[in-house]
């Protein structure tokens, strides 16, 4: 079983920066892919960034050039750096975790949530 802790929410002003670090618990094994999903109030939750065991990323448009994903393989976790934060950012931040044990089989884990504000 696998435990994912987010930290470093917070409520900053627009044009601000905040980082935000997800440290998994117990084994994730050598392939798996960790990522930044998001859900506002009354919308859907979407990704925001995503990292490949090999160090392959992936974003949302709207979040090019402001955000960077990271691995930290200290905490075997995931780090967020927000830059150029937009009142629209806001949202609950959820950590994410895919973890293939074969070709057929993976698990999907998700952390608490981390709520970032962003203020006008």
């Known amino acids: 079983q696998v435990q994912l802790v987010e930290s470093g929410g917070g409520l900053v002003q627009a044009g601000g920066s905040l980082r935000l670090s997800c440290a998994a618990s117990?084994?994730?094994?050598?392939?798996?892919?960790m990522g930044w999903y998001r859900q506002a109030p009354g919308k859907q939750r979407e990704l925001v960034a995503t990292?490949?065991?090999?160090?392959?990323?992936n974003y949302a448009d709207s979040v090019k050039g402001r955000f960077t994903i990271s691995r930290d393989n200290a905490k075997n976790g995931v780090n967020l750096q927000m830059n150029s934060l937009k009142v629209e950012d806001t949202a609950v931040y959820y950590c994410?975790?895919?973890?293939?044990?074969?070709?057929?089989?993976?698990?999907?884990?998700w952390g608490q949530g981390t709520q970032v504000t962003v203020s006008s």
């Open positions: 994410n975790a895919v973890i293939r044990v074969s070709n057929s089989i993976t698990y999907n884990y």
């Open positions: 117990g084994s994730i094994g050598s392939s798996n892919t």
């Open positions: 990292i490949t065991n090999s160090g392959s990323t």
